[in-house]
Protein backbone atom coordinates (compact mmCIF):
# COMPACT_ATOMS: atom_id res chain seq x y z
CA UNK A 1 0.00 0.00 0.00
CA UNK A 2 1.13 3.11 -0.85
CA UNK A 3 1.41 5.80 2.12
CA UNK A 4 3.01 9.11 3.25
CA UNK A 5 3.12 9.94 7.10
CA UNK A 6 4.31 13.19 8.05
CA UNK A 7 5.50 13.58 11.57
CA UNK A 8 6.79 16.23 14.10
CA UNK A 9 3.94 18.72 14.27
CA UNK A 10 2.83 20.38 17.83
CA UNK A 11 2.66 22.91 19.47
CA UNK A 12 5.12 25.88 19.69
CA UNK A 13 5.97 29.27 21.14
CA UNK A 14 6.18 32.28 18.61
CA UNK A 15 10.00 32.30 17.16
CA UNK A 16 10.56 28.89 17.82
CA UNK A 17 11.30 25.82 15.01
CA UNK A 18 9.97 22.48 14.31
CA UNK A 19 11.28 19.94 11.67
CA UNK A 20 8.36 17.89 10.09
CA UNK A 21 9.08 14.63 8.41
CA UNK A 22 7.52 12.89 5.37
CA UNK A 23 7.97 9.04 5.48
CA UNK A 24 7.08 6.94 2.04
CA UNK A 25 5.78 3.47 2.75
CA UNK A 26 5.01 1.07 0.16
CA UNK A 27 7.19 3.08 -2.47
CA UNK A 28 10.10 4.70 -3.10
CA UNK A 29 10.46 8.92 -3.28
CA UNK A 30 13.39 8.68 -5.51
CA UNK A 31 11.63 9.47 -8.71
CA UNK A 32 9.06 11.87 -6.79
CA UNK A 33 8.88 15.62 -6.29
CA UNK A 34 7.63 16.08 -2.57
CA UNK A 35 5.56 19.43 -2.21
CA UNK A 36 4.45 20.15 1.75
CA UNK A 37 0.94 21.96 1.53
CA UNK A 38 -0.82 23.61 4.49
CA UNK A 39 -4.22 24.59 5.73
CA UNK A 40 -5.85 26.66 8.17
CA UNK A 41 -8.91 26.65 9.47
CA UNK A 42 -11.57 28.52 7.31
CA UNK A 43 -8.63 28.97 4.75
CA UNK A 44 -7.55 27.03 1.26
CA UNK A 45 -5.30 24.85 1.09
CA UNK A 46 -1.89 26.82 0.29
CA UNK A 47 1.75 25.39 -1.33
CA UNK A 48 4.43 25.73 1.00
CA UNK A 49 7.86 24.79 -0.82
CA UNK A 50 9.12 21.63 -3.39
CA UNK A 51 12.02 19.78 -3.53
CA UNK A 52 12.71 17.81 -7.06
CA UNK A 53 13.57 14.15 -6.95
CA UNK A 54 17.20 14.75 -7.09
CA UNK A 55 16.92 17.79 -4.17
CA UNK A 56 18.68 20.03 -6.74
CA UNK A 57 15.84 21.87 -7.10
CA UNK A 58 13.80 23.95 -4.28
CA UNK A 59 11.00 26.42 -4.35
CA UNK A 60 9.59 28.22 -1.68
CA UNK A 61 6.48 30.58 -0.93
CA UNK A 62 7.12 33.83 -0.38
CA UNK A 63 5.19 33.83 2.72
CA UNK A 64 8.28 31.18 4.17
CA UNK A 65 10.80 32.11 2.16
CA UNK A 66 14.11 32.59 4.93
CA UNK A 67 12.44 30.43 7.34
CA UNK A 68 11.51 27.09 6.03
CA UNK A 69 14.21 24.44 4.39
CA UNK A 70 13.01 21.92 2.42
CA UNK A 71 15.46 18.88 2.05
CA UNK A 72 15.33 15.02 1.43
CA UNK A 73 17.64 11.88 2.66
CA UNK A 74 16.53 9.14 -0.12
CA UNK A 75 18.31 6.38 1.30
CA UNK A 76 15.54 6.92 4.41
CA UNK A 77 13.18 7.77 2.13
CA UNK A 78 11.88 10.35 4.06
CA UNK A 79 11.55 13.89 3.36
CA UNK A 80 12.02 17.18 6.01
CA UNK A 81 10.17 20.95 6.29
CA UNK A 82 12.68 22.44 8.88
CA UNK A 83 10.21 25.91 10.14
CA UNK A 84 12.59 28.29 12.21
CA UNK A 85 11.12 31.43 13.53
CA UNK A 86 7.52 30.66 13.43
CA UNK A 87 4.75 33.03 13.46
CA UNK A 88 0.89 32.26 14.20
CA UNK A 89 0.10 32.92 11.07
CA UNK A 90 2.61 28.93 10.23
CA UNK A 91 -0.29 27.45 12.40
CA UNK A 92 -2.45 24.55 9.88
CA UNK A 93 -2.29 21.01 9.28
CA UNK A 94 0.73 20.90 7.17
CA UNK A 95 0.52 18.01 4.43
CA UNK A 96 3.34 16.10 2.23
CA UNK A 97 2.82 14.56 -0.94
CA UNK A 98 4.31 13.17 -3.80
CA UNK A 99 4.23 13.87 -7.65
CA UNK A 100 5.93 13.11 -11.23
CA UNK A 101 7.93 15.89 -13.29
CA UNK A 102 9.70 18.56 -11.48
CA UNK A 103 8.97 20.99 -8.61
CA UNK A 104 8.16 24.62 -9.86
CA UNK A 105 6.93 27.42 -7.93
CA UNK A 106 3.38 27.57 -7.90
CA UNK A 107 2.37 23.85 -9.08
CA UNK A 108 -0.78 23.35 -8.03
CA UNK A 109 -2.54 20.54 -5.15
CA UNK A 110 -4.35 18.95 -8.13
CA UNK A 111 -1.12 17.74 -9.76
CA UNK A 112 -0.06 15.83 -6.94
CA UNK A 113 -0.73 11.89 -7.03
CA UNK A 114 -0.28 11.13 -3.49
CA UNK A 115 -1.09 12.02 0.14
CA UNK A 116 -0.10 12.21 3.67
CA UNK A 117 -2.92 12.54 6.17
CA UNK A 118 -1.28 16.12 7.48
CA UNK A 119 0.35 16.82 10.76
CA UNK A 120 -1.05 19.99 13.21
CA UNK A 121 1.06 22.64 13.91
CA UNK A 122 0.49 25.31 16.52
CA UNK A 123 2.19 28.40 16.85
CA UNK A 124 0.86 29.84 19.82
CA UNK A 125 1.84 32.06 22.84
Known amino acids: QLQLVESGGGLVQPGGSLRLSCEAS????????IGWFRQAPGKEREGVSC????????NYADSVKGRFTISRDNAKNTVYLQMNSLKPEDTAVYYC??????????????????WGQGTQVTVSS
Open 97 to 114: AAAYGTCYRGRSANNYNY
Open 51 to 58: ISSSGGIT
Open 26 to 33: GFTLDYYT
